[in-house]
């Protein structure tokens, strides 16, 4: 089946500070990956996405990579501000089925100035 | 800035009220979904229509309603809620429900709901 699993949180870092959130998954066909980011009190965005593998997806400054050999989609930033402060959910969509989302369990990071 | 525009904002309602959730997309998107998050918890499936036809309901309980009026619209219409139905009500949409290359999904920013 489709899952996918990020890192625990929260995660805590000081302002300018290198970020990666780890996010691996599992999938039966060949998925799309994505990046949501949830501000506080906010909806999900999209921040980014890769449709294929070795796609890099990338978006203010934040970047993931689609590596299939490894079933990884890891989200990074090399120097987090305060306003980056969120919850971010790694997430995949089966190609044979669009209309289903599988969601990771999000990982909450606070940046502290 | 979302396309996706979810009306109210927050909603208090008691155990015995009915009220509904609107939802309005303007991309032209033929999906369109319901999902409920509770506190520090991803998003979990509720409801799908794909060309206004509901295509998948994840086992919901039948005090939450869905209507499709058209392509732009979505409702939720709710009915004698219990306390641990409180929780952000996001409505989504993507480009179409079909198979092949997966959609993106776009959120609104979501709905309160307090049930009292």
């Known amino acids: 089946g489709n899952s996918v699993t990020q890192m625990e949180g929260p995660v805590t870092l000081s302002e300018e500070a290198f970020l990666t959130i780890n996010c691996t998954y599992t999938a039966t066909g060949y998925p799309s990956l994505f990046w949501y980011v949830q501000y506080p009190g906010e909806g999900l965005q999209l921040l980014l996405k890769a449709t294929k593998a070795d796609d890099k997806g990338s978006n203010k400054g934040f970047e993931a990579t689609y590596r299939k050999e490894t079933t990884s989609f890891h989200l990074e930033k090399g120097s987090v501000q305060v306003s980056d402060s969120a919850v971010y959910f790694c997430a995949l969509s089966d190609r044979r089925t669009g209309n289903q989302f599988y969601f990771g369990t999000g990982t909450s990071l606070t940046v502290i100035p | 800035d979302t396309e996706v525009t979810q009306t109210p904002k927050h909603l208090v309602m008691g155990m015995t009220n009915k009220k509904s959730l609107k939802c309005e997309q303007h991309?032209?998107?033929?999906?369109m979904y319901w999902y409920k998050q509770k506190a520090k918890k991803p998003p979990e499936l509720m409801f799908v229509?794909?060309?206004?036809?509901?295509?998948i309901n994840e086992s919901v309980p039948s005090r939450f309603s869905p209507e499709c009026p058209n392509s732009s619209l979505l409702n939720l219409h709710l009915h004698a809620l219990q306390p641990e139905d409180s929780a952000l009500y996001l409505c989504?949409?993507?480009?179409?429900?079909?198979?092949?290359?997966?959609?993106?999904?776009?959120f609104g920013e979501g709905s309160w709901l307090t049930v009292v």
């Open positions: 991309m032209g998107h033929r999906a």
């Open positions: 989504a949409s993507s480009q179409n429900a079909g198979t092949g290359m997966g959609n993106t999904i776009y």
């Open positions: 229509y794909s060309y206004e036809k509901l295509s």
